[in-house]
């Protein structure tokens, strides 16, 4: 416990929790603490990851040019026909705009991009600049909308008034502005839109596939290959089938709101909540297509079949093994413990950026004893948990990969860079499998962590021996 | 083609940027921060600006990256950024206690108008330093320049706040590497070590990102300069500074403040830029060259001798920074290669310029630009195309769409590895990118080459 007490603030001993040692307890959605060397990010962060997967339509970041560098093509949202999100447009404002506004230039910029694009659409992203010279986004955008006969949606994503979440929620009203514009003729009674699906490795195309063999019509792609009529349309569809509650729950309680459209929230991680998640949405059908069941159940059997008796050879393998989770949003964290379960390994942390009380008490409630549960943890914090708890693979992000590495331990990407697919029931086998590799790599014998840990290793033949003989994988 | 919408027209732009080649000046500050050994950057702004730096910085170099940041709220943007960063300082020290704590402005705190000096001042003044430690600063509104002159700004900020002359002078000469490579750094201690010169590198991100693997995080790796070092630069018999733009600004504070002489250098990449360098230091420390020193250069100029004819005539087109394309564009010229497209997003004439006059016996037009982004290079290519491109990953996919082999070179390297390891500087660093450079043409030659001329030998 030591080293533990020289890591962390004072001010953040409520947000981290073992349990088992008290009455849960959790503080979190707070401001993070001045000079952390926190893991989170901003609200335009958080709207860029929402938005971004609209392939057809051009976003463009108003502000100085960093924000459109570093979020340029960084996400693996694969799109299926345009890929205009995969370009960086942005009006890179220099001094003299800073001092006499950027209005004339965003006009220019806009109306080039949309002459030579013809867009469906065009979002434009306010950055923490904008919101401080006050530039007028919404006339400019109400402007060339006018002139241009396309929608151009100001985003309210200034970098300082909020955190990712708030970025998710102006992601969500831009989006929401589109809605109820188009013509909903035709779209079938057993119809969904999928939120909070980005597609990722080709994940929502996996998604699309189950609920079209359950006889359901996907209309819109929120936001994953995701297309500005789609989205216009989005308020004919029977029910809103909603992942990643972070980011689009907001839209869907919109769309209740407005349209009376139902939502579920799901998660397609593991193959619990990937069953459940599809037995929720033919369970909501089941009075307009009573054989939707059936279907189900046959689709399920038939996926579980081929992934079983392959999951229980990475099962044998994992056996005991201990992971830590550190992720964006809580949600992901409730699949991934039951999916590590599932794998015979045991969840000893898990946190998140942004959770709220409600998601670290579920994460509470499934984890097991002595778990350590986290909110908006950074590196020193993170690493030291890395150590005590001995974990053999961390899940998170790209901050979080390097410490893993340096410390000797596996890691698998659930966030932006993940490479194949992780959702549905073949996500679960592609995880098993990036876990598998991970865990198992023979590079571990030449980190001779376990015996050395807090000690300086010294590159001497007797120890790459001591080192190999401490990790027989 | 993910560029498929890019026209062959090339129309003047003056409110669009599309794929850009340059980023914000704050990620040059950080990582010029990381060299200064027990250094923790700070990000005055929001959150986001800093995780963005520590991201892309992360992914470039495949090692963790620390700094904090002020987390700006609504409320900070409005009554300023003071007590965020006093609070900051306060908790910095007390609980990551690193012996530097660098902070770099952002467009948010530029614009609020927040006075740096001033509120590092209040900190001191309410306790919140300890003793021997230090807070320095530097404006970097991204806005303004490039992480280019985001980095000579945090190079020159360690002059302003360490440099001292006791009025003894120290037999010594302080090296600017410039915004190069953990790798790059190293090989310009490794080359003035040979010449048997006592110098202090600054900053040097060697063994700080790119360190080994020891099963341990260490938030405040071996590498980097120290302080005490930092301070001696002010006693140092001269200055030599890479890169005029990343390493000027350092190199003259130095001379105006403790009245070290310097030369102001290009980057020593390829056979006579390194030359210079060499002789410059020769000449300031009064040593001679080691034979050992004479081999390699031997060994460069027996590359471009064996291979002069797969140069010979090649056309290249250069995507970077400044001060490296400088450098580059001439090792390639004097190698019989044609630069013919030549742009940095970086703004400035001067680079204009000296591309101009590097170039001026190409046989062909050549493009050059300053301040231009990576869709008007790929108008360029696509009017002119050319036999060989080097420039960030970004670059790739213009590679794609037009074919066109395709060398990574400069910041940043998302896709592969090397950069951090293998330098591109001195003798030793021309031979790889001559290895480089021949083994992208050839294997392209072997790739295309039809089955009757599909030849072993080459």
């Known amino acids: 416990m030591s080293l533990e007490q020289s890591v962390i603030f004072d001010e953040r001993k409520d947000q981290i929790h073992r349990k088992g040692d008290a009455p849960f307890t959790m503080g979190c959605n707070r401001e993070s603490l001045a000079g952390a060397v926190s893991q989170r990010a901003c609200v335009f962060c958080g709207s860029r990851v929402v938005l971004y997967p609209i392939a057809d339509a051009v976003h463009l970041v108003h502000g100085p040019i960093g924000c459109a560098s570093y979020t340029w093509d960084i996400r693996g949202a694969l799109s299926s026909g345009p890929a205009l999100h995969r370009l960086s447009f942005s009006t890179d404002l220099q001094e003299k705009d800073v001092i006499f506004g950027g209005e004339e230039k965003l006009y220019k910029a806009l109306v080039e991009l949309i002459d030579r694009h013809a867009p469906a659409a065009a979002f434009v992203y306010s950055t923490c600049i904008v919101g401080i010279i006050g530039d007028d986004l919404n006339a400019v955008c109400a402007r060339v909308s006018r002139e241009k006969g396309i929608p151009v949606l100001p985003v309210q994503s200034e970098g300082f008034k909020g955190n990712k979440r708030s970025g998710y929620h102006a992601a969500c009203k831009a989006m929401f502005q589109l809605m109820g514009k188009g013509s909903t003729e035709g779209i079938s009674p057993l119809s969904v839109n999928l939120l909070g699906d980005f597609n990722l490795a080709g994940e929502i195309w996996i998604i699309r596939e189950y609920f079209r063999q359950m006889g359901i019509e996907t209309v819109a792609n929120i936001t994953g290959d995701g297309r500005v009529a789609d989205i216009r349309r989005a308020h004919g569809a029977a029910l809103n089938v909603v992942q990643c509650s972070g980011a689009t729950m907001d839209l869907a309680k919109m769309m209740q709101e407005t349209f009376g459209t139902p939502f579920l929230r799901v998660s397609y991680f593991g193959v619990e909540d990937m069953a459940e998640s599809l037995y929720a949405v033919a369970r909501f059908f089941l009075q307009r297509d009573p054989a939707i069941m059936d279907r189900t159940r046959a689709l399920v059997r038939e996926e579980l079949a081929v992934l079983y008796p392959r999951l229980q050879e990475y099962r044998r393998a994992l056996e005991g093994k201990k992971a830590a989770i550190y992720v964006g949003g809580a949600f992901k964290a409730f699949s991934l413990v039951k999916a590590f379960r599932l794998l015979g390994m045991q969840v000893v942390l898990a946190g998140s950026q942004t959770g709220t009380e409600e998601d670290y008490q579920e994460l509470y409630e499934i984890t097991d004893e002595g778990t350590i549960i986290v909110d908006d943890s950074n590196p020193l914090e993170l690493s030291s948990f890395l150590k005590e708890k001995d974990v053999d693979i961390f899940v998170g992000g790209v901050k979080e990969r390097p410490i893993a590495y340096k410390l000797g331990v596996g890691f698998c990407d659930h966030n932006h860079e993940r490479k194949e697919p992780l959702e549905g029931f073949v996500g679960m086998l592609n995880f098993a499998k990036e876990v598998h590799s991970s865990v198992m790599s023979p590079v571990w014998r030449f980190v001779p962590r376990s015996i050395h840990r807090g000690k300086e290793p010294a590159f001497t033949e007797s120890l790459f021996k001591a080192g190999a003989e401490c990790r027989p994988n | ?458």
């Open chain 2, 1 to 458: 083609m993910l560029l498929r919408h890019t026209p062959k027209e090339i129309a003047e732009r003056s409110a669009l940027t599309v794929n850009p080649a340059k980023t914000c000046q704050p990620i040059g500050a950080m990582y010029a921060a990381l060299g200064i050994h027990g250094c923790l950057p700070h990000s005055h702004g929001s959150q986001g600006c800093c995780a963005y730096h520590r991201s892309t910085l992360s992914r470039h170099y495949k090692e963790p990256v620390m700094a904090a940041t002020s987390s700006f709220t609504e409320g900070s943007s409005v009554f300023g950024g003071q007590a965020n960063l006093v609070q900051a300082i306060d908790n910095i020290f007390s609980v990551y206690n690193p012996e530097v704590i660098a902070i770099h402005t952002t467009c948010l705190s530029e614009t609020i108008g927040d006075d740096i000096p001033q509120i590092a001042k209040k900190a001191l003044a309410d306790g919140k330093i300890p003793e021997g430690k230090h807070v320095i600063h530097v404006n970097t509104p991204s806005y303004v320049g490039s992480h280019v002159t985001g980095f000579a700004g945090m190079t020159k900020s360690m002059v302003d706040y360490f440099a001292v002359s006791t009025g003894t002078k120290c037999n010594q000469v302080n090296i600017i590497p410039g915004y190069v490579e953990p790798s790059d750094m190293e090989e310009i201690r490794r080359i003035v070590e040979m010449l048997g010169v006592q110098a202090v590198l600054f900053p040097d991100t060697s063994r700080v990102l790119n360190s080994p693997q020891t099963g341990r995080h260490e938030m405040f790796p071996k590498g980097g300069v120290t302080v005490e070092a930092l301070k001696s630069t002010g006693d140092s018999m001269a200055t030599i500074a890479l890169g005029r733009l990343a390493s000027g600004p350092a190199a003259r504070a130095l001379d105006t403040k403790c009245k070290v002489p310097c030369e102001i250098l290009d980057l020593p990449i390829g056979l006579r830029k390194t030359d210079v360098f060499i002789d410059t230091l020769r000449r300031i420390a009064g040593v001679s060259v080691p034979e050992s020193l004479n081999v390699e250069r031997g060994q460069l100029l027996d590359i471009v001798t064996d291979m002069h004819h797969c140069f010979y005539g090649k056309t290249v087109g250069l995507v970077g920074d400044p001060d490296q394309l400088i450098s580059l564009t001439e090792f390639l010229v004097s190698i019989d290669m044609r630069p013919i497209h030549v742009l940095t997003g970086t703004p400035g004439k001067e680079f204009e310029n000296r591309i101009r006059e590097i170039t001026r016996d190409v046989p062909r037009s050549v493009n050059v630009r300053a301040g231009g982004d990576m869709f008007l290079f790929h108008q360029w290519v696509k009017n002119d195309p050319v036999d060989l491109m080097m420039g960030n990953t970004y670059l790739k996919y213009i590679a794609r769409d037009e074919d066109i082999p395709f060398i990574r070179f400069g910041f940043p390297i998302l896709d592969r590895v090397g950069h951090s390891y293998f330098p591109t500087v001195g003798y030793r660093g021309g031979m790889r990118l001559l290895e480089k450079i021949l083994d992208t043409l050839l294997e392209r030659q072997d790739r295309d080459a039809p089955e009757e001329r599909f030849e072993l030998v080459m």
